[in-house]
RNA sequence: GCGCCCGUAGCUCAACUGGAUAGAGCACUGGCCUUCUAAGCCAGUUGUUGCAGGUUCGAGUCCUGCCGGGCGCGCCA
């Protein structure tokens, strides 16, 4: 409707040639927007300000000409100018009806754009490190990834969706000799735990499931044997890093790579079943190791090297960062010779836009926001656009219950993990919730809220609007009525009450949400739409009875909350909420 | 210190990228329940958009400077 309207409006501008010819104004285009406030009709555009500004001309002026030269339409039934130059446009009854049908007609279709091929946009989102369960935070990635990602296909984008899992480097030695060391006492061998071991309980289950058939068998003293102190007398890095080694020497390094390996898949495949619990799959998982074993990491960085981005320092490769903005230049290989996380980040990249996806979005947390920079100066010394690259943050969830704040830390005791979120409050509640919010503000996660079965609870009071349109049509069938649809699309025009306009309005809106949430990557919006249909709902429930006597009427009106059943339940399907049938 | 993000009603947040009189929910006040679900309903009140300038027909939105909060500033990932 919305764009119908503005192709109106270019027509009149094309027939008027002191704007459609003059240079000042060819890179204005035509923007309709709905109004603020219904007393300025249903829509409406700044354009003859616009140009008025470039062309130092009356805005009111303007405005009158592209009035005067709009196509006659049924879409609309009354066009003004009002202060200073807006071009109001009071939308048809006709139109409301047009649009009502289309809704029945296109079913869960409707508000989707067709699929268009180009950009291929690959999203990559969660990413947590595989060292241990996922947490509320990343849960928040998680819905809001899964959420961006379904808003992205249903404006027509072709999306993939990508895990890249950090499953080469030192964290993950920390983590095997983690689970090595209570593999140990397990057996009975006990050597004190390093400080920046990984503690969690579910370190001591992994050992319990992991297969050591063929390992060697070790004493205490032969572990503990020149190692230096642990924290607090000591360095706990220094004492971790030689734990590590002393592992590699005694197991071998193929054993010691098998508790590793083990470790990692174990804790991936929890992730995996978290979230796919919760609604949210990925298309491929990719792992950091696997562009060490492919060469990725080498060939990027000769292609970098023949571009001259790197140079030698200190023993180490250096990246030339700051040609492309960064405050400082990038250490690509270490003095030790192993490379860098961003060394392999450059590859992974590189590898991302070679697999033909035009657009990478990433979505990382918060505190990455100074790692972008480094990112796209990657990408941009590799030879491709900085603006392929694009990064959503996500700022911090805290959670509150009975309004106090929810310690964090892994050993309050309090639930911190996404599982123990879903099980408290359910993937409902949860999903919704952490796209109620802006991406880029902190989240209150109010847990008592999220549990609650009242309308306080926006969650049910959207899903329970569904229900209550199922729950019509069961007394519908109780009354032994039928519900007619084609005679209620034809008797649409019955439908003259202020509330059924309102809603009739309200779903008309529906594909211009979807697009405004795809294209700002913000789910909100379409939170923020669906309460505001939801209300318009209940509040035509409220005042009128659906189920009547007469039979024109009653079609009409079972039109109306059909298709209000349909947008709800295709709004709910994007952010992975359900849409009951009753509760 | 430098960089990025944020600051909107008592609380939690919107505001379609510069539009008209800044909106929702909660809370608060008054009225309402023989009804397709009271798991409520209807109506009302709520503002120096952190502060001070600037840009223009128009600024919560853009630019500058302060104040306050978060995050970052590794040969970690």
Redesign the pocket.
Known sequence: MKSSIAQLVEQAINSLPDLAEAPEVSSIST?V?????A??GDF?T?IA??FA?SLGRNPREIAAAIIDKLPESELIDKVGI???G?I?FHVSSKALHHALASVLQQGKCYGHQEIRPEPRILLEFVSA?PTGPLHVGHGRHAAYGATVGNLLEAAGFKVDREYYV?D????MDILGVSIWLRLLEQSGVTISFPEAGYKGDYIQDIAASLDISGMPKLSADEISSGLPADAPEGDKEEYIDALIEKGHELLGIHHFQRIRRQSIDSILADIEDDLAGFGVTFDRWFF?QSLTDDNLIDNALTILKERNMLYE????TWFRATDYGD?KD??VV???GKT???AADIAYHDDKRKRGYDHLLDILG??????QVRVRAGLEAMGYGGDNLEVELI??VTLYRAGEKQSMSTRSGEFVTLRQLREEVGNDAARFFYVM??N?????FDLELAKS????NPV?YIQ?AH??VA??FR?LQDRSLQYDQAAGIANLALLEKIHEKSLMTTLTRFP?VIE?AAN?R?P??LV?YL?DLA?DF??Y??A????VDDDALRNARLALITATRAVIASGLAIIGVSAPD??
Do not use: W
């Not at 927007?33 to 406030?37: A, G, H, L, Q, S």
């Not at 320092?313 to 180490?316: L, P, Q, V």
């Open positions: 923007t927007e709905r109004t603020r406030d007393r300025h409406m700044n300000m616009r500004k009002a202060g200073p807006f109001n490190n950090n080469a480097g030192r964290q950091e320092k200190d023993g180490a405050e990038r250490v270490r003095d030790n860098t996380y961003f918060s505190d990455h926001h100074g790692y700022q911090f919010r802006s880029d503000q902190h989240l209150d079965r009242s309308n306080d049910y329970y229900a209550r729950s019509v007394q211009e405004l700002n913000a909100q919006h923020h309460r209300n209940h509040t429930y409220n009128h009875t659906f189920i009753s509760m």
